[in-house]
């Protein structure tokens, strides 16, 4: 089974700032891979990067980057220069090992980011 | 816009009730993912179908059912609906292959209100 957790319940940030949304999660998989989706108040749901565990280099998406440190278990998304329209809730999400009928997407509780103008 | 269609946006229904969501997938995408995302239970993966057979289940109730039709859409069937299944329900697709990389993208979701 896998679990993922968001420690951070809310941040604000400055706007043009960086900021790094954390992620942790736990498995027993070797081979899994880590999402970052982006829900703004409309609701619906953003994919923004992914990172497999067998990556060897960091994703990167324009302002996304994904902090991947595997013997940590930890996949921080990082956001550069942040904008007002970033606020939103952030979730981390897993999926496990690549298998028929493995591929749900286990979810962390969010990260409610907001930015200061 | 990710291509995934979800109709209704917002439903507003009473208790006991049946109630049926729809979804059409990305196109060229054969997997049918359904969530349902809660205040108290988060995003739950409910049921997943692969071109038109049903590949996985999760939390899903057994007033709960799905189905993924020949054209590749879905529906998500409610019934005997509770105040608890007031929740915003998400449908995503996928290639559906077998590999890491096979990315989820969701629809806009449908709200469910149960009065």
């Known amino acids: 089974a896998q679990k993922i957790t968001q420690t951070q319940p809310g941040m604000f940030v400055q706007e043009k700032e960086a900021v790094t949304l954390d992620c942790t999660y736990d498995t027993s998989d070797q081979s899994y891979g880590l999402f970052w989706y982006k829900q703004p108040s409309s609701g619906e749901m953003i994919f923004l990067i992914y990172?497999?565990?067998?990556?060897?280099q960091n994703a990167t998406e324009g302002r996304y980057s994904l902090n991947f440190q595997k013997a940590r278990k930890s996949a921080n998304l990082v956001i550069s220069a942040s904008q007002l329209g970033d606020s939103a809730m952030y979730f981390c999400a897993m999926r496990g090992a690549v298998n028929f009928g493995n591929e749900k997407l286990t979810f962390g509780t969010g990260t409610r980011l907001t930015i200061i103008p | 816009d990710s291509g995934v269609t979800q109709t209704p946006k917002h439903l507003i229904t009473a208790t006991g009730q049946r109630v049926t969501l729809r979804c059409s997938p990305r196109?060229?995408?054969?997997?049918v993912y359904w969530y349902q995302q809660s205040l108290d239970q988060g995003l739950q993966f409910l049921i997943q179908?692969?071109?038109?057979?049903?590949?996985a289940k999760g939390n899903i109730l057994e007033r709960f059912s799905a189905q993924q039709f020949p054209d590749l859409h879905s529906e998500l069937n409610l019934s005997s609906l509770e105040l608890g299944d007031s929740a915003l329900y998400f449908c995503a697709s996928s290639v559906g292959g077998t590999f890491q990389g096979d990315t989820q993208y969701f629809g806009p979701g449908t709200r469910l209100t149960v009065l």
């Open positions: 990172q497999g565990s067998y990556d060897e």
């Open positions: 196109s060229g995408d054969l997997s």
């Open positions: 179908y692969y071109n038109g057979e049903e590949r």
